[in-house]
């Protein structure tokens, strides 16, 4: 119930008024109320007390110029700057918030990986921005390929700080790169799911997505297996602690969700630490996935676009647990055993030299066989294995079934299909 | 990114408060329109209205404590209003005949709402509930959209908590009839 409540949910909010509707019908409630106050009350400006509430982007008060006439210095070092922050593209503030504020933060990043850090969030909030630009109706086209341009110039300043840090310092550039990757893949996956409805579709933004992501060579067998180990562990602390800190902000299932894949993140960490025993770059690749994971359920627990977007489920797959796959496995074995024990009711109906109870038996025979080696595999733990042979199995019971049919016999079916035919 | 705006629930005058459940609840209150009579402009008429018909009963003096409830009951009862009026044209009428009398709690044993549920993609049920009865439409889309629970929609529509149980079953039930409808047209036998 909860996926088709969330599904439904998350495709609901496509239908929302658009800005325009949105102040035209304030505009109808509010004259309705000035033209029936209430009684005796004092003449309230309600434009102000509405404009105040609303999500206007624009300076709200002249009040505001006034006091600050004097202190004009204040207002462009931090008054300004404070009202820039939610500029949007085509906001007269906007321009402060790109050169200005985000600059200056720059300037102030130290190491190589914070810097980093740092175009990769720039990017992030140009995304961000065009999203909720392409949601209100407002992204033109021209603005569409201004924001997939500035995620072209971070996406490479990003690159290129990479490259420079990875003459003295190679696990810190490939770290990077891991995180500039997850980046890009949660952007994508956002991206795929608003383009799903073609009102907000933005072609240029998914382009520029796929370009930087394609451009982006991971190469991880070199790092240091402890260095990436502790940036792990740095990583899900975090994310336990946003997800401790979140309240309301996500549902409960989202936390189980993610509480589930840390979990699993958990598992793989010490699963790498054994595999580093035998197949040190096994182990460190393993870590490498772990620690993309991490950023990606960290990026859908601090962005309101990703959570809207997207479930915990598309961004970070779950691997199914060994028990489930054991489960998944014997189910299988399961229902190919019930539709070969009743081919064999049949069989054993037929002529015995008839070329058709020959080709039939021979089969049923190899049937068993490979049941048998299922069975090994599924002793033995060799998942994979067991995996690929029940699914052989399965194919061969419809197979029997099959000709069983082209034969003339029914098989007596006493329940509904299984579902691991379909 | 902007974030769900906090509300001040304390103090503040009546204008200010109610604006502030203009600002928090124009955007579900549309949705949930917009969901049930897909109808852009009269949606946002039926909101609008919704608001002023509020304004006029605190106007005439009566304290609303929590707008929210209040604000669903008046949209739901002019959503009826306007499907009433439309019931003569449209197919929905023909729909609707068919049946939204009560089943029994019986019916939720065999096959519970969870398991249907399970089996239904929600974003396709999305395109498909404009072929529901607006009752139907109703229950699904204040239990899932507007995330209220059965106890809240039965104050809201004035049914009892059991009737809501089962018109939502009922409703997913219709819904999953629609899906496999569907899907057997585009599947020829073989």
Do not use: C
């Not at chain 1, 790109?98 to 969030?121: D, M, Q």
């Not at chain 1, 096994?282 to 960290?298: D, N, W």
């Amino acid at each position: 119930m909860k996926q088709f409540a969330q599904q439904l949910k998350k495709r609901s909010e496509s239908v929302k008024m658009t800005m325009e509707e949105r102040s035209q019908l304030r505009e109808r409630v509010l004259s309705f109320m000035e033209y029936h106050p209430l009684p005796g009350s004092q003449a309230v400006d309600l434009r102000s007390l509405a404009v105040s509430r609303s999500r206007s982007m624009q300076i709200p008060n002249a009040w505001l110029w006034g006091r600050l006439a004097g202190g004009f210095a204040v207002l462009m070092l931090i008054v300004l700057p404070t009202l820039a922050e939610d500029a949007l593209p085509g906001d007269t503030l906007y321009p402060i918030k790109v050169r200005f504020n985000e600059e200056l933060k720059g300037a102030f990043n130290s190491s190589p990986y914070a810097k980093i850090e740092w175009e990769t969030e720039r990017m992030e909030r140009r995304l961000a921005e065009a999203q909720v630009l392409a949601e209100a109706g407002r992204l033109t086209p021209e603005a569409e390929a201004e924001v997939a341009n500035a995620i072209k110039q971070h996406s490479d300043a990003a690159k290129s700080n990479i490259e420079a840090i990875r003459v003295s310092d190679n696990d810190e550039a490939v770290m990077a790169e891991i995180a500039l990757s997850s980046a890009l893949e949660v952007s994508a996956e956002v991206l795929t799911s608003r383009n799903l409805d073609s009102a907000s579709s933005t072609p240029l933004l998914s382009g520029a997505v796929s370009e930087a992501r394609a451009s982006l060579a991971l190469t991880n067998n070199e790092v240091s297996y402890d260095k990436i180990f502790s940036r792990l562990e740095t990583e899900t602390t975090r994310a336990h602690e946003y997800l401790g800190t979140l309240g309301q902000t996500i549902t409960t299932s989202e936390k189980g969700d993610i509480d589930r894949r840390l979990r699993d993140i958990k598992t793989k960490t010490e699963a790498a630490a054994i595999m580093k025993e035998t197949d040190q770059s096994a182990a460190v690749k393993q870590l490498a996935e772990a620690l993309g994971s991490t950023r990606k359920l960290i990026s859908f627990m601090t962005n309101l676009e990703v959570r809207r977007n997207v479930t915990v489920e598309e961004l970070v797959p779950l691997a199914p647990t060994e028990e489930e796959r054991k489960e998944t496995i014997k189910t299988k074995m399961a229902d190919a055993s019930n539709w070969v024990a009743l081919v064999e009711r049949e069989l054993s109906t037929m002529s015995t030299s008839s070329n058709d109870y020959l080709a039939v038996s021979d089969t049923v025979a190899r049937y068993r066989e490979l049941e048998s080696e299922a069975t090994k595999a599924l002793e033995s733990e060799d998942l994979e294995g067991a995996e690929v042979t029940a699914g052989f199995l399965l194919e061969l019971s419809q197979a029997l079934r099959d000709t069983m049919d082209g034969l003339g016999f029914t098989l007596d079916e006493t329940g509904a299909e299984p579902e691991s035919m379909q | 990114m902007a974030e769900a705006q906090k509300k001040p629930k304390t103090g503040g005058s009546q204008e200010e408060r109610f604006l502030e459940a203009f600002e928090e609840y124009s955007d579900p209150l549309f949705r949930h329109a917009a969901m049930r009579i897909s109808d852009r402009e009269k949606a946002l008429d039926l909101v609008h209205d919704t608001f002023t018909k509020v304004w006029s009963y605190v106007r005439s003096g009566h304290k609303i404590d929590s707008f929210r409830p209040f604000l669903y009951k008046v949209l739901n009862n002019l959503i009826i209003d306007e499907y009433r009026k439309r019931k003569e044209m449209s197919l929905d009428s023909l729909l609707a005949q068919e049946g939204v009398n009560e089943g029994s709690f019986e019916e939720l044993v065999e096959d519970s709402a969870e398991a249907i549920a399970a089996t239904l993609d929600g974003r396709h049920a999305f395109d498909l509930l404009r072929f529901l009865p607006d009752e139907y439409r109703e229950v699904i889309t204040l239990r899932f959209v507007d995330g209220l629970g059965p106890k809240e929609i039965g104050e809201l529509i004035e049914e009892s908590e059991n009737v809501v149980s089962v018109r939502l079953h009922r409703a997913l039930k219709a819904l999953r009839a629609i899906f496999d409808k569907e899907a057997s047209s585009i599947h020829r036998p073989e």
